[in-house]
C-alpha cells in the first residue's frame, strides 16, 4: 500500500489509540468499541481504514472478526523515517 495512505491513516488520533489497543495483542472488534465513546459503526470504519492501509490485519473466527497489527508496514515506514533523518548515512 502506498505511504501516503498509510500516513492519512495514522493522522487520526482515534486510529492511533486502536493500534496502540493492538499492540497487546489481536482484539474483536467489539473488544475495541469498548474502548471508545463512539458508535460501533464508527469503530468499524477507522478498522476499514487501517486495513486498507495495511496497518492491521482480520481473521474471523466462528462470528467474530479479530483484528491485528501488521508490523511489516510500521517497520517499512520506520525505515523510511530513519532513512529521511540521515542515520543511516556515515
Known amino acids: 500500500m502506498g505511504l501516503q495512505q498509510t500516513l492519512k491513516a ?14 497487546s ?6 473488544e475495541i468499541t469498548d474502548h471508545f465513546d463512539i458508535t460501533a459503526a464508527a469503530v468499524s470504519r477507522h478498522l476499514s481504514v487501517l486495513k486498507e492501509a495495511d496497518l492491521v490485519c482480520d481473521t474471523r473466527e466462528g462470528k467474530y472478526i479479530f483484528y491485528e497489527l501488521n508490523t511489516s508496514v510500521l517497520e517499512e515506514i520506520m525505515l523510511w523515517i530513519t532513512d529521511l533523518k540521515g542515520e543511516n548515512q556515515p
Not at 10 to 23: G, Q, S, V, W, Y
Not at 25 to 30: D, I, L, V
Open 10 to 23: 495514522l493522522a487520526d488520533p482515534t486510529r492511533r489509540e486502536i493500534l496502540n489497543l493492538l499492540k
Open 25 to 30: 495483542g489481536k482484539r474483536s472488534a467489539g
